[in-house]
T-cell receptor, first 111, second 115 residues
Framework: SQTIHQWPATLVQPVGSPLSLECTVE??????LYWYRQAAGRGLQLLFY??????ISSEVPQNLSASRPQDRQFILSSKKLLLSDSGFYLC??????????FGSGTRLTVV | AQKITQTQPGMFVQEKEAVTLDCTYD???????LFWYKQPSSGEMIFLIY??????QNATEGRYSLNFQKARKSANLVISASQLGDSAMYFC????????????FGPGTRLSVLP
């Protein structure tokens, strides 16, 4: 069966520090992978998506970046975090024509 | 323009009653999919129900049903016999095209079930 792992679950980071959030998928191959951010009490904002290794599309310009070094691995990074980067980050995967399956999320607080 | 509109930021319902959460969408693509997700306070996103644009019948999944009115571009979620565990945020989402890459999410509706 397909599963998606996302870690860490919570993270508190100082302003200006780097960030690395990892997401891995099991039980499927060549999935579409997504990073979403959700500000407190708000909807989901698509940040990045990837349809294959090394292929990254950015939806919102910001100081975040994404990489897909392996078929089932998707990484969200930042070199220097801002206060406005605080939020709930969700990784998701899908197979074409079907819905999303989400990871359990990472709650990031930048202090 | 908003592609997914959820006009109810918050809803209350009495336990065991039915509740309808509204969702309207905007697309010119004849092929699309509509989804509802539940997000409890833990933050995880739980898939509830799916309706394809060419589906002739309204989708149902247990206590969840989707009232799909294509001409009005609405896809309301109906929860029957509400339970306390149904208290959560509910998001309507749309995938444009059968193989569309991305989903568009609505702003969500917070449902509170009262004992």
């Amino acid at each position: 069966s397909q599963t998606i792992h996302q870690w860490p679950a919570t993270l508190v980071q100082p302003v200006g520090s780097p960030l690395s959030l990892e997401c891995t998928v099991e039980g499927t191959s060549n999935p579409n992978l997504y990073w979403y951010r959700q500000a407190a009490g708000r909807g989901l904002q698509l940040l990045f998506y990837s349809v294959g290794i090394g292929q990254i599309s950015s939806e919102v310009p910001q100081n975040l970046s994404a990489s897909r070094p392996q078929d089932r691995q998707f990484i969200l990074s930042s070199k220097k975090l801002l206060l406005s980067d605080s939020g709930f980050y969700l990784c998701a995967w899908s197979v074409q024509g079907y819905g999303y399956t989400f990871g359990s999320g990472t709650r990031l607080t930048v202090v | 323009a908003q592609k997914i509109t959820q006009t109810q930021p918050g809803m209350f319902v009495q336990e065991k009653e039915a509740v309808t959460l509204d969702c309207t969408y905007d697309t010119s693509d004849p092929s699309y999919g509509l989804f509802w997700y539940k997000q409890p306070s833990s933050g995880e996103m739980i898939f509830l129900i799916y309706q394809g644009s060419y589906d002739q019948q309204n989708a149902t999944e247990g206590r969840y049903s989707l009232n799909f009115q294509k001409a009005r571009k609405s896809a309301n979620l109906v929860i029957s016999a509400s339970q306390l565990g149904d208290s959560a945020m509910y998001f309507c989402a749309m995938r444009e095209g059968h193989y569309g890459q991305n989903f568009v999410f609505g702003p969500g509706t917070r449902l509170s079930v009262l004992p």
